[in-house]
């Protein structure tokens, strides 16, 4: 009986704490989203436009556009020389970039 009730005591506990983890996740996501749409007031104010695509060849975007993540890769490889690491971390940045651009009320 007493197993339970430790059991019953360790779950509420981290119930708990996930609860808190939770809230503080949700408070640092409310407070990005506020600081991206200052971002976004200073650059229409400015007159700035933001290319989430940053100077990617075209051919990397239209592979992207056909679903076709290798070979984007690939040809960001052999466009700029990049090792594959690099090459796959700045084509799944673009893919983000390029995503977050679309969405509503951007």
Known sequence: MNA???????????AALVR??????????D??????GKIDKLLEELDVRYDPVGGVPADV???LDRGEKIEAIKRLRA?????????KDRVDDVER?????R????
Do not use: D, M, N
Not at 97 to 101: S, W
């Open 97 to 101: 970039a390029r995503q977050g651009a």
């Open 79 to 87: 466009a700029t020389g990049l090792g594959l690491k690099e090459a």
């Open 4 to 14: 339970y009730y430790v059991l019953v005591a360790a779950l509420v506990i981290v």
């Open 61 to 63: 975007v239209a592979a």
């Open 31 to 36: 407070r990005l989203s506020r600081i991206e």
């Open 103 to 106: 969405l509503p009320g951007r």
């Open 20 to 29: 808190i983890g939770l809230s503080s996740i949700a408070a640092r996501l």
